[in-house]
């Protein structure tokens, strides 16, 4: 449903976006992975046809979006990073326009605008203007205004940020529902965990090319090989002292002690018997989630 | 794609616009306001007739209220991010100018109406004539596609674009023929031309005083020129700069 090839972008002097090229079929959930400025949004914007790629190109069921956008557009639903809806206008309006925007018979765009707002829990607030909700209302009501139209393309950049646990959970099982339904869904995130969860591939993107393309299976390897338990003595110790079972490697950063490890609730303990055992007090001890860019060295081979 | 069902998309852009931008009670009230004062400022220590006046206070109505609001829509959309889904979704991207322009074109005939309506109230009815009416909407959409093109700079700042047309507008309006009817100037008469302006004011005075200076077929035609060629540059102009606006 989504093919895109050698697709490239160059504002001023930098290649924000450096010949990407793959597809997302049907009934497929597709991550874009990275960090800030890979070139996420970048590539997304020119699939939705508002940026003109400098070289390449993006279709879209077939239509390639600069030739056809019309017919092209008329596929897909869209979250825009950052969007807003309009905010003095209420849910129910927004809903509508979007209806309207995509030609939807005024019956079906009732039926399908009051169906969205009990599915986001917004009817108490349906006919509020949009600036008197929270945050994460207004972020519910974005996401429904992509799903205004039937899609059989979603494009969603960071559909999820901002929103609280409930409300994140509530639009990964709509993504779910709507891959079962056959729709090709793109999103990006920076959530290992979310991509992990959702996406049946995952592409990692960094300076604007894909480093790699990963099962999910793959990428919670990294993930655990990633993960660290970062601790501060108060007395000088050395790296060898701490490569406790189970650790993989050590790094010392400033005063503290990284110890690499697939197994953190496996190593805390034996930190705290060494700092009983040797009386060095502890001055802190945290668990580190897994960084993007060790993700990135792990999954591309520069790890280990 | 059928030109109907993007036409149809267009009037839901204007209805949106209408909603957003121009039914708020300060808009309405500038705009309603707007003409009182400029025909205050026009008329006042000046003994003139109200058919002398009429032709000049409608030219100055319609101009003024359809440009107003319509420049800052782009800019307020590129700041508010509402643009980008706008532009993503299957409107053809003349469709979305054209709702702007259809929604800025709606406000100003409002206006106009009712000044229109007060004065045939004080003149009789008969200032109405078909050129009058013909004449009131292909202005309204030819200065809405002004306010349009001028707002096409890619910025996020509506005071940056309400400056540039303000520059714009006011020396327009200085050299229509809204203050010296074109029978009494000399060779300021081929500068008046280039205004748009002129040609609306011409048909007024036609109108309501019964006597033009042009034929006012060509009158109609000019209008109707101008505003295909602003609404043509406004068009090609926004989509140019679209790039510039994420
Ligand atoms: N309109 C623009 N003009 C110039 N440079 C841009 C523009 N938009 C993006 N860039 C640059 O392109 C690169 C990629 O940006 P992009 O927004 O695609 O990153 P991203 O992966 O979406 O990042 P994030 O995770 O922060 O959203 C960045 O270096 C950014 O500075
Ligand atoms: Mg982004």
């Known amino acids: 449903m989504i093919e895109v090839t050698q697709l490239t972008k160059v504002f001023d002097t930098t290649r924000a976006v450096d010949a990407v090229s793959f597809t997302v079929s049907r009934e497929e959930i597709f991550g874009l992975l990275g960090p800030n400025g890979a070139g996420k949004t970048t590539t997304i914007r020119m699939l939705t046809g508002i940026l003109k790629p400098t070289e390449g190109h993006a279709r879209i069921g077939g239509y390639d979006i600069q030739e056809h956008p019309l017919e092209a557009k008329q596929l897909m639903g869209i979250v825009p990073e950052m969007a807003n809806a309009y905010v003095d206008l209420s849910p129910w309006r927004n809903l509508l326009l979007m209806g309207e925007l995509y030609g939807i018979p005024r019956k079906e765009r009732e039926k399908k605008a009051g169906s969205l707002i009990d599915l986001f829990a917004l009817s108490e607030k349906m006919h509020h203007r949009v600036r008197t909700l929270s945050k994460g209302m207004h972020q519910r009501v974005t996401v429904a205004m992509a799903l205004m139209n039937t899609a059989q393309v979603l494009l969603l950049d960071e559909p999820t940020s901002g929103l609280d646990v409930e409300s994140a959970r509530l639009i990964r099982d709509i993504i779910r529902t709507s891959r079962e339904e056959g729709t090709a869904v793109l999103l990006t995130t920076h959530n290992l965990q979310e991509a992990d969860e959702l996406c049946s591939r995952i592409a990692i993107m960094n300076h604007g090319k894909i480093m790699a393309v990963e099962r999910p299976e793959n990428l919670k390897r990294a993930i655990k090989c990633s993960t660290s338990v970062e601790v501060a003595f108060a007395q000088e110790v050395g790296e060898h002292e701490v490569w406790f079972e189970s650790v993989n490697r050590v790094e010392r950063k400033g005063d503290r002690l990284r110890l690499y490890t697939e197994a953190p609730e496996l190593v805390i303990p034996l930190v705290v018997d060494y700092s009983r055992s040797t009386q060095n007090l502890i001055l802190s001890l945290s668990t580190i989630g897994p960084d993007l860019e060790d993700v990135f060295l792990q999954v591309t081979g520069g790890g280990q | ?246």
Not at chain 2, 85 to 97: D, E, H, M, N, Q
Not at chain 2, 182 to 191: C, D
Request: include cysteine; hydrophobic fraction near 55%.
């Open chain 2, 1 to 246: 794609m059928k030109v109907i069902g993007q036409l149809e998309r267009s009037l839901a852009v204007a209805k949106k616009d209408l909603l957003v931008y121009f039914l708020k009670g300060p808009t309405l009230i500038f705009g309603l306001l707007l003409p009182s004062f400029l025909f205050i400022a026009f008329a006042i220590g000046r003994d003139l007739s109200v058919e002398f006046l009429m032709p000049g206070l409608l030219g100055m109505t319609v101009f003024f209220t359809t440009s107003a609001v319509g420049p800052v829509i782009a800019p307020w959309e590129t700041r508010m991010r509402t643009f980008e889904r706008l532009v993503s979704s299957p409107i053809a991207f003349w469709g979305i100018i054209l709702g702007d322009v259809i929604a800025s074109s709606a406000f100003g005939l409002f206006i106009t109406v009712i000044v229109l309506t007060l004065g045939a109230l004080v003149e009789g009815v008969g200032i109405i004539t078909g050129y009058l009416v013909v004449a009131t909407v292909l202005s309204s959409f030819c200065f809405s596609s002004l306010g349009l093109m001028l707002s096409s700079h890619p910025t996020s700042d509506p005071s940056r674009i309400m400056m540039l047309s303000t520059l714009i507008k006011f020396p327009l309006f200085l050299i229509s023929g809204v203050f010296i009817p074109l029978s009494e100037m000399t060779s300021a008469r081929f500068i008046s031309m280039l205004s748009p302006l002129t040609y609306y004011v011409d048909l007024a005075r036609l109108s309501i005083e019964g006597t033009g200076y042009l034929n006012p077929g060509l009158n109609v035609v000019a209008l109707a020129l101008w505003g295909s060629a602003f609404f043509a540059i406004a068009v090609l102009l926004h989509e140019k700069n679209l790039d510039k606006r994420f």
